[in-house]
């Protein structure tokens, strides 16, 4: 089992925590065979998700987009929770308070058993109609490419995901908010930290006095804000973390 340095100093502030925060990414699912949007070698490499996943690229191409995203759905639907999540789901059940706030649309933190969820970009599961916004609520056959009409006005229905250039849900983004101004112990993992509003949660969290731990393999913008940087994946680091934890507090 790989050492994470100064795991100490990290379980000494979680065993004092009352309050934890996480933020979570694309990352925390690539071990699950979810692949980033800013991988290289992606099947939609040749496009640019920025076009995709948004209102005028959905009313430009609309077949493309749905086409998209049901490739999305169906890698999906055949991956599982990995390490990374269940620690996480763990960790939730030894505090008095932990907050998760993701980024991630695959409902993969819920599948593991993660229970205070705010999911900042929506989710993949769900639809709902571009035109009217009724919730469209039969269930999608992502190996089917026709796209159903919405059963109110007939309109074009879309993915629950929160396309570029879109508000996010208030209620999950003023939660997100609150948790990381409150929090002793704030966790930014599997995140490259670009896009905002969620990118300023850790910064939210490191002004308001909470020690910020950053878990990602590679350096982003936001590390030198970091009080730890844990360079591994998450479904390496967050199992030691657990286990580690539930050793010194006997939770
Ligand atoms: P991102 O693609 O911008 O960044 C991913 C980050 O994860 C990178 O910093 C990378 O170094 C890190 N990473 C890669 N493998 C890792 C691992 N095994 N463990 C820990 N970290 C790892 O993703 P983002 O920051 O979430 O933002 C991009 C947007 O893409 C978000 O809006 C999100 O909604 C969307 N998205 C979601 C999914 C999903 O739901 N699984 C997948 C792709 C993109
Ligand atoms: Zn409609």
Redesign the pocket.
């Known amino acids: 089992m790989s050492r994470i340095k100064n795991l100490d100093l990290i379980l000494d502030k979680l065993a004092s925590a009352k309050k934890v925060a996480m933020l979570t ?7 699950s065979g ?5 991988d290289p070698d992606g099947l939609w490499a040749k496009f640019n ?1 920025a076009e995709l996943a948004s209102a005028d690229g959905f009313m430009s191409n609309q077949q493309l987009v749905w086409d998209w995203y049901q490739e999305r759905r169906s890698i999906i639907s055949e991956c599982k929770p990995n390490a ?1 999540h269940y620690a996480i789901a763990e960790m939730e059940t030894m505090f008095e308070d932990f907050a998760l706030i993701t ?4 409902r993969l933190h819920q599948t593991a058993g993660s229970k205070n969820i705010y999911e900042l ?1 929506g989710n ?1 599961v769900d639809n709902h109609c571009f035109d009217c916004d009724e919730p469209y609520l039969d269930d999608i056959n992502p190996h089917d490419n026709k796209m159903p009409p919405c059963k109110k006005c007939g309109g074009r229905i879309r993915p629950s995901v929160v396309w570029f250039g879109e508000m996010l849900p208030e209620y999950d983004l003023t939660q997100g908010i609150n948790a990381a101004e409150e929090c002793d112990v704030f966790f930014s ?7 905002y509003p ?1 990118s300023n949660l850790p910064i939210i969290a490191a002004d308001s006095g909470a020690f910020v731990i950053e ?4 350096a ?1 913008v936001i590390s030198p804000r970091m009080h730890k940087v844990i360079r591994m ?3 390496q680091a967050l199992p030691i973390i657990v286990e580690e934890l539930r050793k010194r507090t006997g939770k």
């Open positions: 990414g694309a990352g925390v699912s690539a071990e979810i692949k980033t949007f800013r998700p990374g980024q991630n649309v695959d970009h993949i993992v599997g995140t490259s930290a670009e896009v969620a878990i990602n393999p590679t982003t994946t998450s479904a």
